[in-house]
């Protein structure tokens, strides 16, 4: 029978993890999605292990899975752990950031709603209220 981009993916999954193990070394593949789902609301879905293109291996065969995802309506920048095969390496997962332009670093933060609570404005911070961004755009 024919190998499949999807039998390739497997095999070199399981390949890395092997020489991973044996070798006692973490690695860290970085793989973009294909096309991204916008929602109805013109806002994009934050993808996973799932959406990278051809296999869902991705997802299924990783041990720890992260997306890296810009929230363009709050100006913050998001790390989303979709996947944590082993309690002792972490939970799944959202964590925040706003990028400090002065110092050119990335710094923790709260969640700033981007319109999905309705029981807060859009932009307004979950843990102060009346919290004024500036503009990301």
Same mark, same amino acid.
């Given at each position: 029978?024919?190998?499949? *981009?999807? !039998?390739? *993916?497997?095999? #070199?999954?399981?390949?890395?993890? @092997?020489? &991973? +193990?044996?070798?006692?070394?973490?690695?860290?593949?970085?793989? !973009?999605?294909?096309? #991204?789902?916008? #929602? %109805?609301?013109?806002?994009?879905?934050?993808?996973?292990?799932?959406? /990278?293109?051809? @296999?869902?291996?991705?997802?299924?065969? &990783?041990?720890? $899975?992260?997306?890296?995802? +810009?929230?363009?309506?709050? $100006?913050?920048?998001? *790390? !989303?752990?979709?996947?944590? +095969? =082993?309690?002792?390496?972490?939970?799944?997962?959202?964590?925040? =950031?706003?990028?400090?332009?002065?110092?050119?670093?990335?710094? @923790?933060?709260? %969640? /700033?709603?981007?319109?999905?609570?309705? @029981?807060?404005?859009?932009?307004?911070?979950?843990?102060?209220? =009346?919290? &004024?961004?500036?503009?990301? =755009?």
């Amino acid at each position: 029978f024919p190998v499949t *981009i999807q !039998h390739q *993916i497997k095999n #070199m999954l399981n390949d890395v993890a @092997s020489f &991973a +193990r044996t070798y006692d070394v973490a690695v860290f593949l970085v793989a !973009h999605p294909k096309k #991204m789902q916008e #929602m %109805k609301t013109g806002i994009y879905r934050v993808p996973n292990g799932y959406d /990278v293109g051809d @296999s869902s291996h991705w997802y299924n065969l &990783a041990d720890n $899975g992260i997306t890296v995802y +810009r929230n363009f309506q709050t $100006g913050q920048s998001e *790390i !989303h752990r979709w996947k944590v +095969r =082993f309690k002792h390496s972490g939970k799944v997962g959202t964590s925040y =950031f706003k990028f400090q332009v002065d110092t050119g670093v990335f710094q @923790s933060t709260e %969640k /700033v709603n981007d319109g999905s609570d309705t @029981s807060k404005f859009v932009g307004q911070s979950y843990e102060k209220d =009346f919290t &004024a961004l500036p503009n990301p =755009f």
